[in-house]
C-alpha cells in the first residue's frame, strides 16, 4: 500500500471513528464519512464497497494488530513474562481515544469480542503447547519457541514442587487440553482488555507502567503453574486420559 493510499484509508478511518461516536454504524452514510474525511466519493468507492465494508476492514486491520502483537511476545509468555506483551497493548492505543472509544460503543462490542478471540487464539496455539512440552522435564524448565531452555519460576532445586507441577502430555486428551486452554487464554485476554477499557473509560489517568504493572499482576495468578494445575485435572477425570 502506497503512502497516498494509507493516507486516504486513515482519514477515511478517523472519520467513522467519529461518526460512530455519535451514532451506531446502520446509520451512517457514505455522503456524511466522505464530507467529514473531505475524501470524494469516488475515491471512497475505490477503496470499499460501502460503510459496512469499511467497518469490516477496520476491524480485520485491529486483529491483525493484536494478532501480530501477540506472536511477537510470545516468547517471553512462554516463559511467564506477560509484561512486554501487556505494555505494547497499552502503548498502542495511548492517545489514540477515537479507537478507544469504539470498543465502548455498541459497534464495538462484537470487535472487542474479536481482539480477545484473537489474543487467546494465538497464545492457545503457541503459548500452551511450549507450557506443556516444557512440564515433562526433571529440571521443571519451560521450552522457549526457538528451543532454547527457559528457567521456570518454580524453582528446580524444589524436588517436592517440580514433582506436584510435572504433567505427562501423553495422559491428558489433546481436545480437553485445548478447551483449558481456550478458557484460560480467553481469561487472560479479556482481562487485558478489560484493564484497557476501564483505564480509557476512567480517563487514563494511572500512567501506562501503572496500568501494565496491575495488569500483569493479576494476570501473573493465571499463568503457567495455573494451567499445568488445570492440565493435572484432566489426569484424575475419568475418560480424558489421552493415548499411547
Not at 494465538?122 to 516444557?134: F, K, M, N, R, S
Not at 487485558?192 to 495488569?215: A, H, P
Request: proline share 3%; aromatic share 6%; with cysteine.
Amino acid at each position: 500500500m502506497d503512502r497516498r493510499t494509507r493516507r486516504t484509508r486513515l482519514l477515511l478511518q478517523e472519520a467513522l471513528l467519529r461518526l460512530l461516536a455519535d451514532k451506531p454504524l446502520n446509520r451512517i452514510t457514505v455522503t456524511e464519512l466522505t464530507e467529514l474525511a473531505d475524501v470524494n466519493r469516488v475515491t471512497f468507492y475505490a477503496h470499499y464497497h460501502d460503510v459496512y465494508d469499511m467497518f469490516d476492514q477496520l476491524r480485520l486491520d485491529l486483529i491483525e494488530m493484536y494478532t501480530d502483537m501477540t506472536y511477537r511476545h510470545t516468547q517471553e509468555m512462554c516463559n511467564g513474562d506477560y509484561r512486554p506483551f501487556i505494555r505494547e497493548v497499552y502503548m498502542s492505543l495511548d492517545g489514540r481515544e477515537q479507537l478507544l472509544s469504539l470498543l465502548s460503543t455498541p459497534s464495538g462490542g462484537n470487535l472487542y469480542a474479536d481482539i480477545i478471540d484473537a489474543i487467546s487464539k494465538v497464545c492457545t496455539e503457541t503459548v500452551a503447547p511450549q507450557i506443556t512440552l516444557g512440564i515433562g522435564g526433571a529440571s521443571g524448565r519451560a521450552i522457549g519457541i526457538d528451543g532454547a531452555a527457559a528457567a521456570d519460576d518454580a524453582s528446580s532445586t524444589d524436588e517436592t514442587t517440580t514433582d506436584q507441577m510435572t504433567v505427562d502430555p501423553t495422559m491428558v486428551d489433546p481436545t480437553m487440553a485445548k478447551t483449558i486452554s481456550d478458557y484460560q487464554f480467553g481469561y487472560i485476554a479479556g482481562g487485558v482488555v478489560n484493564m484497557l477499557k476501564d483505564w480509557f473509560r476512567r480517563g487514563r489517568r494511572e500512567s501506562i507502567e501503572l496500568m501494565v504493572g496491575m495488569t500483569s499482576n493479576l494476570i501473573s495468578h493465571s499463568g503457567r503453574e495455573v494451567y499445568r494445575e488445570n492440565l493435572k485435572l484432566l489426569e484424575r477425570m475419568p475418560g480424558t486420559a489421552g493415548t499411547h
